[in-house]
């Protein structure tokens, strides 16, 4: 199989889809394949190990939580986010967690989930080890997974060791219009006659009626405007203990006061740009439902430019809020085949950075633009976050990360205005600019790979 836009765009729930949503997502495989292979045996315990990236931030980040959970089988996509705290509450009252809702069993999170920060796995940063073991003390299975960034999972070799290496990711090449590069893409669309979106077309209806993709992509919109609203609307402070105010219903307030979306400022819209932007990740921060895009740590970024396009741009359609998801989709692919979406492999270039350009391509897209200006978009969005770090204070994804997602909105909006006053011609190809990404990120000192062992996480010891 192979990378389609119902992989880069996900629902589920905050603060962060490696540190919470993969982390669940692979909980729950683990119980589902306990289940399973050791049918009828005595289950007696189940110990997760924390490597890493997971191990250093996973505190901060709910990967303690997220795993409850998915042992317990649910799922980021469709769980009641209002239960989230009683569900886990009555967990820790009756140290009992009971397996994909079925079999019940002793549950001690501080000795049953092991964080291990200055210990990793070979993969990737992210990784996690998962043992079930019977009231004899021997090993019924174990499963080794790697939160790969936004909310991917990938598993380990069958026999489960905590070294294993996974398989290698999906391969484009069954799809119709197979793409690896910017430079694929274009040439595609120029044999073809289309756009991006239109080439994103048909290789999803490689999986799916056209109907089910246009429904799925409503859905991801939806869900989207959804978490805007409530992070409008929720006022107090943020969970965590560095008190960090909502600041999206005050904003919207006063930009209401001063005559809304008709306000006489002319830098109006930009506020309604950081609204969209602050509202999202301030959701996404107190463990609301979200939309990976592509990553938890990033998902202000998409839905600000897409409420901008909405909202200001004189013919915004739904068929346009279909391209813009597709297009940056498209880009999105890129990075995850070609670099990486992951904070703790790369830094939040690969999280701001990737949605930022991301956003500039698909709103250059739905603006009129050329592939080529697209293309021009998503390189000048990434080439402007090149060596951005991931140090979130006190392992929490609230400073800087809320306020540099709005940061990116707006800059994801000049990037595609910028593209759109050129002809498509410029020096730096996405593709290059993609490959320095990874580099910069191989480069990049592990304490600013979301370890929250360096930069302002250090710098910044009170809020």
Known sequence: MAIGVFDIFKIGIGPSSSHTVGPMRAARMFARTLLAEASGADIARVVVELYGSLGATGKGHGTDTAVMLGLAGHDPEIVDVSLVESMLAEMRDQQTLVLLGAQPIHFNETSDILFLPSETLPFHPNGMHCVAYGHNGVALLERSYYSVGGGFVVQGDIDGKPGAVPPALPDMA?????????????????????SIADLMRTNEAHWRPEEETIAGLQRIWETMQ?????????????PGGFNVRRRAPELLGRLEARG???GADPLTIM????????????????????????????????????HYYWHFIEGA???????????????????????????????????VGVACSMAAGALCAVLGGTPEQVENAAEIGMEHHLGLTCDPVGGLVQIPCIERNALAAVKAI?????????????????????????????????????TSQGGLAVNIVEC
């Not at 690896?180 to 120029?190: P, T, V």
């Not at 959804?226 to 943020?238: D, I, K, N, P």
């Not at 990037?415 to 990120?441: C, F, P, W, Y």
């Open 226 to 238: 959804a978490c805007v609203e409530r992070g409008c609307q929720t006022a107090g402070v943020l």
């Open 260 to 262: 809304g979306h008709d």
């Open 414 to 450: 000049n990037a595609a205005r910028m593209a759109l006053h050129g002809d498509g011609t410029h020096n730096v190809s996405l593709d290059q600019v993609i490959k320095t990404m990874r580099e910069t990120g191989a480069d990049m000192l592990s304490k600013y790979k979301e």
């Open 317 to 351: 359609s739904s068929r346009g809020v279909e391209d813009f998801l597709l297009t940056a989709a498209a880009i999105g692919i890129l990075y995850k085949e070609n670099a990486s979406i992951s904070g703790a492999e790369v830094g939040c270039q690969g999280e």
């Open 271 to 306: 506020d309604y740009v950081n609204l969209y932007a602050l509202a999202v990740n301030e959701e996404n921060a107190a463990g609301g439902r979200v939309v990976t895009a592509p990553t938890n740590g990033a998902a202000g970024i998409i839905p600000a430019v897409l």
């Open 174 to 194: 069954e799809l119709p219009r197979p793409f690896r590069s910017g430079e694929d893409l274009l040439r595609l669309c120029e044999e073809y006659s289309c």
